[in-house]
């Protein structure tokens, strides 16, 4: 049963739609001493960063020998996939929409964790889905990466409430001298599934370059990756009543994610990539104490779809994409859609800036920092004209996403009372603007025709003003109690929405303002030189993104925003047990998170005639997850054996929802009970290391309600296990070869989309 004044904010839009020996995870204070090969300064700065933030978390990192040691990784967000509780979705190599989803937070909650590389933020809080609001992963190679660092939890008031899940703080390289790499890898995937069989290749070439002139400092990166995914999803029907139809052959009787029957008629979206990155660092010392750096990133993506039809008409001997057919002894109708809306070609350019001014000094630490991302070029066009046809062009849509983009702009410092840092007083500044202009156009000739009138529009902005404080109290030597808090002023603005069929618009939203303040608070105290207790706390406020409250979207699944949306509000607590020594760490932490007024994407039907199924944003009255995190990373645990791993228990529920009752105690989207990771690294020799590693999380769900019944199938949450190998050779002095294969026992899941199969890796490094 659903209320009126539940669907007061989308009933409007709902009308537009009818037409190395390093563990792989420690603590920071566990981590062993960074490579000499590395820069000292950039060290520094990581601590004077580390410094400023100070924050009371748990915490996990991982650097860039674990990296090339243990991970067969293409791009940087498979540097996470063996961290305690995170989830990537990266669908395939390349994939531009992959998410993070957390312990307590699911992959559809993209605007509930934060990642930073040098301080200029990756995600992309225009949205909070794991589509056009995706992590911005593909500004970082992984050869520039020198260290992630991951915070769980919103306790430190240095950011804001979209820090729920975590905070990713990737942290990339300077040369102390004239240094390089060139590598190139490989990865071939066999995917065999219903009527699909193909061999999906995918290639990197990349390359870093750097050297220091006295006091500058310049590490340049090159990328480039050409791949091949496997379909996306799938085309189905369900059987109609007509009377008559094109005969054919082929198809696969299964059901949907409800248990309904349908029959599997075809893949979509096999996605081709060809991307490349640019990205150039330069630090200038103007000073001991003072350092002026910049980052800029150049990201260039192409992406063509294409799809394949099970159906042949025997008369003809050719597929079969549209219309009405008789098919196994059953009718059934497919829309020019079921095909066509797979096929398109997506052109991205993409620009990151990062300017920053360090200073450092015996009691007091500073940062100003600017960062800017502009989404020069994001164009889309789609076919909606049916196959075969539209392989040579027909009507289609033009949608058009540049000039969305953002700005931050952050002034942060530390002070410590005395040599001891009795008291370290953190405190900053931060302002941000995010702006969403989306625009669809109709097109004559979706292959390369020009833009015809406006079809769909949906455009607006948010910005965020903040303030923020907090005091890490050394009371006694072995306890210290942290306090804080961070007020923030955020407004909606200038939102606009049209539909060209049927006609409504264009409509000017109206503005939203709120002000609200997080406290935080935690207390630490140090049993032996080896064993810590920390207590936690702290509340967040995470604001509506300018896509949740704007943005429509009618294709692959009719999405409409909700411009009434109110601010969630986040409680969370966390008690952890962790010990420290020479060889590792071992953490145990029990958390519990209350959000009221949950920003929580859910799929239904919409208020429009006939009635259409699509996806929409309301405020959930409750949610609350708790559970359990143990975490360990131990070095040489028997001769030459590394080992590390997780587990996390999630309760997280639905608690209270006067809307939708049915919700109320089943698990929230996408967050499995039961998620752990193991990796175990063996160096029989010196330069040669073998890692078998391995992942797995129970089933989960994607309706809120949990009616999503079927998890092993199209638009199903499956629970996965997956097994990686990976052997790394070092042949010579500068050079390593690494061969691996990922998901080694062939694990076919879903989370919503089909998941890569069993592929072989291989990769080759020289560095000079």
């Known amino acids: 049963m659903v209320s009126r004044s539940s669907v007061l904010g989308v009933t409007s839009f709902c009308a537009m739609l009818a037409s190395t020996t390093v563990p792989a995870f420690a603590d920071e204070r566990a981590s062993p001493a960074p490579d000499s090969s590395l820069d000292d300064i950039l060290v520094t700065a990581q601590r004077r960063a580390a410094t400023i933030e100070n924050a009371p978390s748990s915490k996990a990192s991982i650097d860039a020998a674990t990296i090339a040691t243990t991970i067969n990784a293409r791009n940087v967000e498979d540097t996470l996939k063996y961290l305690p509780s995170l989830v990537v979705r990266k669908r395939h190599i390349g994939d531009s929409q992959a998410p993070l989803a957390t312990r307590t937070s699911g992959l559809g909650a993209s605007a509930r964790s934060l990642i930073y590389a040098d301080g200029a933020i990756l995600s992309a809080l225009v949205g909070n889905n794991n589509t056009s609001a995706s992590p911005r992963w593909s500004l970082v190679s992984t050869e520039e990466i020198a260290r992630v660092d991951v915070l769980y939890g919103p306790f430190s008031a240095a950011y804001p409430g979209n820090a729920i899940g975590a905070v990713i703080n990737i942290t990339t390289r300077l040369p102390d001298s004239l240094e390089g790499t060139l590598v190139a890898g490989t990865t071939v995937q066999r995917f065999d599934l219903y009527g699909t069989h193909r061999t999906l290749p995918a290639y990197q070439l990349g390359g870093t370059f750097g050297d220091r002139f006295g006091p500058l400092a310049v590490f340049g990166s090159v990328d480039h990756v050409d791949s091949h995914g496997q379909p996306i999803g799938f085309a189905t029907a369900a059987a109609t009543k007509d009377a008559t139809g094109t005969p054919t052959t082929g198809g696969y009787d299964d059901v949907n994610r409800t248990g309904g029957a349908i029959r599997v008629v075809g893949a979509t979206a096999f996605e081709h990539q060809v991307q490349d990155r640019v990205k150039l660092k330069a630090a200038l010392d103007l000073s001991a104490a003072l350092r002026l750096t910049y980052v800029g990133s150049l990201f260039l993506s192409t992406t063509d779809s294409t799809v394949e039809s099970y159906l042949t008409n025997p008369a003809s001997g050719l597929p079969f994409y549209a219309g009405t057919t008789i098919n196994n002894g059953r009718i059934y109708t497919l829309a020019a859609s079921a095909f066509a809306g797979s096929v398109y070609r997506t052109e991205q350019r993409q620009w990151s800036h990062n300017l920053s001014l360090n200073g450092s000094g015996t009691r007091f630490d500073w ?288 608690s209270k929802y006067a809307v939708l009752p049915g919700a109320v105690g089943k698990l929230l989207p996408s967050v499995p009970r039961w998620k752990a990771t193991a990796v175990a690294t063996w160096r029989p020799v010196e330069g040669v290391a073998l890692t078998a590693a391995a992942r797995y999380a129970s089933r989960n769900y994607g309706a809120l309600d949990n009616a999503d019944v079927v998890g092993n199938t199209y638009q199903g949450f499956y629970r996965y296990f997956v097994v990686d190998l990976r052997a790394q050779f070092r042949v010579a002095q500068h050079i390593e070869f690494g061969i691996g294969v990922d998901n080694v026992n062939n694990d076919r899941y879903f989370l919503f989309h089909p998941f890569p199969q069993r592929s072989f890796a291989a990769d080759v490094k020289v560095t000079f």
């Not at 607006?460 to 210290?480: E, H, M, V």
Request: glycine content about 8%.
């Open 367 to 654: 940062q100003v920092i600017g960062t800017l991302y502009d989404v020069d070029k994001d164009q889309q066009r789609i076919s909606n004209t049916a196959l075969p046809a539209v392989q040579t062009g027909g009507a289609g849509f033009i949608t058009d996403l540049a000039g969305t983009g953002w700005k931050t702009l952050d002034a942060k410092g530390a002070w410590r009372s005395d040599a001891a840092a009795t008291h370290t007083v953190s405190f900053g500044a931060h302002a941000d603007w995010y702006e969403l202009d989306s625009n669809r156009y109709n097109t004559s000739d979706w292959v390369g025709g020009s833009k015809g009138a406006l079809n769909l529009q949906g455009s607006g902005k948010t910005r965020t003003y903040a303030l923020w404080a907090q005091d890490a109290w050394r009371i006694l030597p072995p306890l210290t109690l942290t306090l804080g808090g961070r007020y923030e002023w955020w407004r909606a603005y200038d939102g606009v929405n049209f539909a060209q069929s049927p006609a409504i618009g264009p409509v000017r939203q109206p503005a939203l303002s709120s002000n609200r303040f997080s406290p935080k608070a935690a207390l630490a105290y140090a049993i032996d030189p080896h064993l810590t207790a920390r207590l936690s706390f702290g509340q967040a406020w995470r604001f509506p993104t300018v896509g949740e409250l704007y943005q429509i979207v009618t294709t692959p699944v009719a999405s409409v925003p909700n411009p009434n949306l109110r601010p969630e509000r986040a409680r969370s607590l966390e008690l952890a047990l962790e010990r420290q020594d020479s060889r590792g760490t071992l953490r145990l932490a029990l958390f519990n998170e209350v959000i009221r007024d949950a920003l929580i994407s859910q799929t239904g039907p919409l208020a429009v005639t006939p009635v259409q199924v699509g996806t929409y944003v309301q405020n959930v009255d409750e949610t609350r997850a708790r559970g359990a995190e143990l975490s360990v990373a131990r070095t040489n645990v028997v001769g030459r054996v590394d080992v590390s791993g997780s587990v996390t228990y999630a309760d997280a529920i639905t």
